[in-house]
T-cell receptor, first 117, second 112 residues
Framework: GAVVSQHPSRVICKSGTSVKIECRSLDFQATTMFWYRQFPKQSLMLMATSNEGSKATYEQGVEKDKFLINHASLTLSTLTVTSAHPEDSSFYICSARDRLAGGNEQFFGPGTRLTVL | LAKTTQPISMDSYEGQEVNITCSHNNIATNDYITWYQQFPSQGPRFIIQ???TKVTNEVASLFIPADRKSSTLSLPRVSLSDTAVYYC?????????????FGGGTRLMVKP
């Protein structure tokens, strides 16, 4: 089955630093990847849609200059949290759709736990 | 986008059948219904998807009445490992911008 990986699985950083999270589709090509954020005991909230070779589309209320998304290839999208602050601490999850299989199913990565001190 | 409503939580015991209902009163003609399972600190996992009537796979069944304004995920003979949050999503799979809105989910607790 389709597998999506994320790296790192968890990261702890100091306030003011930037953190990059990678999302890879391991055995399929993903034209579109999605980035979600999930706070404890809450549901997933879509942050942005990442399209290969073009600019990401951000959801309302998500700062594009703070959450930089790059989708340079059909198997890799990165999310960079710039100048992270404690309120950015959250569980970040990416998902991808298999380009060849059509837009029917999202395959989710295992998530990245970000803790900003 | 169709909004979904699910019970916040449910309790069950090992070996029982669990039915989780999701309401989606304003579902559109092209919308499908998809259910995901999420364990703590993991990404959601696809369980089942359907459009109408009944769909069954190796882990669950999905019942959708004729008006499609609700759907029921049925988990046969649950075990402790089925303790998780279950999300119902509604959207058009052929629209890249659809099926991305997660509702509150249902927190299922399976007890021994």
């Amino acid at each position: 089955g389709a597998v999506v990986s994320q790296h790192p699985s968890r990261v702890i950083c100091k306030s003011g630093t930037s953190v990059k999270i990678e999302c890879r589709s391991l055995d399929f090509q993903a034209t579109t990847m999605f980035w979600y954020r999930q706070f404890p005991k809450q549901s997933l909230m879509l942050m942005a849609t990442s399209n290969e070779g073009s600019k990401a589309t951000y959801e309302q209320g998500v700062e594009k200059d703070k959450f930089l998304i790059n989708h340079a290839s059909l198997t890799l999208s990165t999310l960079t949290v710039t100048s992270a602050h404690p309120e950015d601490s959250s569980f970040y999850i990416c998902s991808a759709r298999d380009r060849l299989a059509g837009g029917n199913e999202q395959f989710f990565g295992p998530g990245t736990r970000l803790t900003v001190l | 986008l169709a909004k979904t409503t699910q019970p916040i939580s449910m309790d069950s015991y090992e070996g029982q059948e669990v039915n989780i209902t999701c309401s989606h009163n304003n579902i559109a003609t092209n919308d499908y219904i998809t259910w995901y399972q999420q364990f703590p600190s993991q990404g959601p996992r696809f369980i089942i998807q359907g459009y109408k009537t009944k769909v069954t796979n190796e882990v669950a069944s999905l019942f959708i009445p004729a008006d499609r304004k609700s759907s029921t995920l049925s988990l046969p003979r649950v075990s402790l490992s089925d303790t998780a949050v279950y999300y119902c999503l509604v959207g058009d799979p052929n629209n890249a911008g659809n099926m991305l809105t997660f509702g509150g989910g249902t927190r299922l607790m399976v007890k021994p």
